[in-house]
């Protein structure tokens, strides 16, 4: 098993930043990427931003610029940075990780979302 839990999410004014983090834990053999996506209400689960274990990110059109996706490689954890947040951003923000556990299987696993609400 492999679980993913988020963390960071909350109330922001437009403008502001926020940090969120997923740590990765479980039968972990070796990590292909780890990524950020989001659902608002209504709406289908968008990627926002990915990285591989090689360091190579891609980001969401409409986050360039305002969002960072790090990796800590030892650790097994993603940090998203979101910076000049807009009302658009609030959404329920999920990490995913998709990689090899330790029986050598595949997976695709997701965390439980964490909030984040973009509002004055």
């Known amino acids: 098993q492999v679980q993913l839990v988020e963390s960071g999410g909350g109330l922001v004014q437009p403008g502001g930043s926020l940090r969120l983090s997923c740590v990765a834990s479980g039968n972990i053999f070796s990590i292909v990427a780890m990524s950020w996506y989001r659902q608002a209400p209504g709406k289908e689960r968008d990627v926002v931003a990915s990285i591989t274990k090689g360091g190579t990110t891609t980001y969401g059109d409409s986050v360039k610029g305002r969002f960072t996706i790090s990796r800590t490689n030892g650790e097994n954890t993603s940090d998203l940075q979101m910076n000049s947040l807009k009302p658009e951003d609030s959404a329920v923000y999920y990490c995913?990780?998709?990689?090899?556990?330790?029986?050598?299987?595949?997976?695709?696993?997701w965390g439980q979302g964490t909030q984040v609400v973009v509002s004055s």
């Open positions: 995913n990780l998709r990689g090899y556990d330790t029986n050598f299987k595949w997976g695709d696993y």
